[in-house]
């Protein structure tokens, strides 16, 4: 007999972690118990606890109730965004893995799983779709795609715009990207379809694994001097946030655009802002927010050169409800080969 226990959220309900449990291949009866956390909050307010879990960290939010003394004897965890903290780990006696049906992992105490040498396994469920979005807001924002929409339902045909001095096809523009994990890397793919000279930085990435894409590496401040347009796909942590700030912000040139679909962190706001505000950067596209929603009377809802979106580049029909389903497929794989290229950690 195998333990599962499953943890559902706002987000994703514990009823379809259990739907998919029962597709794993184990030649063992499943017992599945269910837990929940924060599942009865509205989508609004449960992006409040999103917030906290990702900023914080598994320690900074209480996890689901009386699931200390299940775990002790679990062999399966499954969880969305709910905690799973270090005393959880500690706690458990049996635990063979872990599975999280998201990319970040933020919620998962990594150092306790490491210590007892529990392996976490994660999807990247909307990486194709936050690509797909990464490049319209690069064009949004170059071309002026929303401004002109913005200023149509006003009732004014504007032909004129900030960024007059620097249009350009895309293809004429050299991107530059922050971050080449899965979403940078599918976003240089698309460029790379496009004809579009793209450039990237990140300390982490393995050449080996780049699959014959066109791109060069440089370093973090040739990154910001050469770019056109700057995307931001890295992940906020403490070592990365506020990364972008004024003293990388200046060495970009006048006619260059910072797009971000990463999350708002990575930039100093006040950096953003006074570059914008002076123009010395052509413009932002932001699809994360510093606070979200935002405020009424944000700064940035003055500007004329940044197009905003509220964090939906990752939101297609299918990538939070088919989720399970994606990482039950990554666990049988693992199960069957006992290895994973969706491993976060013991790799
Ligand atoms: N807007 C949305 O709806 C949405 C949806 C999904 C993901 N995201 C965000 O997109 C971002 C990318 O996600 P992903 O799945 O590609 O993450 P990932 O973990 O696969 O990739 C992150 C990359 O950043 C690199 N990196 C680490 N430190 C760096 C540094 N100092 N400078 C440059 N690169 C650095 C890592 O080596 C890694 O290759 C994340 O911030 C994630 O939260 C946003």
Avoid at 234 to 253: P, S
Avoid at 258 to 274: H, S
Wanted: aromatic share 6%.
């Amino acid at each position: 007999m195998k333990k599962v226990i499953v943890i559902g959220d706002a987000l994703v309900s514990s009823e379809t972690l259990e739907r998919a449990v029962h597709q794993l291949n184990v030649n063992e009866p499943i017992e599945v118990k269910r837990f929940e956390w924060y599942s009865n909050l509205e989508k609004e307010q449960f992006q409040e606890k999103i917030f906290q879990i990702e900023a914080g960290g598994s320690e900074a939010v209480k996890i689901s109730e009386g699931i200390i003394g299940e775990l002790e004897t679990a062999n399966y965890l499954l969880v969305h965004i709910a905690p799973v903290s270090k005393k959880m780990i500690e706690t458990a006696q049996k635990l063979e893995f872990i599975g999280t049906c998201r990319g970040g992992t933020e919620h998962i105490h990594l150092e306790a799983c490491n210590r007892k040498e529990i392996p976490v396994i994660h999807v990247i469920r909307n990486a194709e779709p936050v690509a797909d979005f990464t490049l319209g807001l690069m064009l949004a924002e170059t071309r002026n795609i929303a401004r002109s929409h913005y200023y149509i339902k006003q009732g004014q045909w504007v032909k004129g715009f900030a960024n007059d001095p620097y249009k350009k096809a895309l293809s004429q523009h050299t991107v530059g990207l922050l971050g080449l994990g899965y979403i940078g890397k599918l976003v240089l793919k698309r460029l790379n379809g496009l004809g579009v000279n793209v450039i990237a930085y990140d300390p982490y990435v393995d050449i080996e694994k780049l699959d014959n894409l066109n791109v060069k590496l440089v370093e973090l401040n040739e990154l910001f001097r050469q770019s056109d347009i700057l995307s931001i796909h890295a992940r906020l942590t403490n070592g990365t946030a506020n990364l972008v700030n004024k003293h990388l912000l200046r060495l970009m040139k006048p006619g260059s655009y910072i797009i971000n679909t990463a999350r708002a962190g990575l930039i100093d706001r006040k950096d953003l802002l006074e570059v914008l505000k002076e123009g010395a950067i052509a413009g932002a596209a932001l699809d994360v927010s510093w606070t979200e929603p935002l405020e009424d009377n944000d700064d940035f809802l003055s500007l004329d050169n940044v197009t905003l979106t509220s964090h939906i580049a990752g939101d297609t029909v299918d990538a939070i409800p088919r989720s399970p389903y994606l990482l039950i497929d990554v666990l049988n794989d693992y199960l069957k080969n006992n290895t994973s290229d969706m491993l976060v950690n013991m790799k």
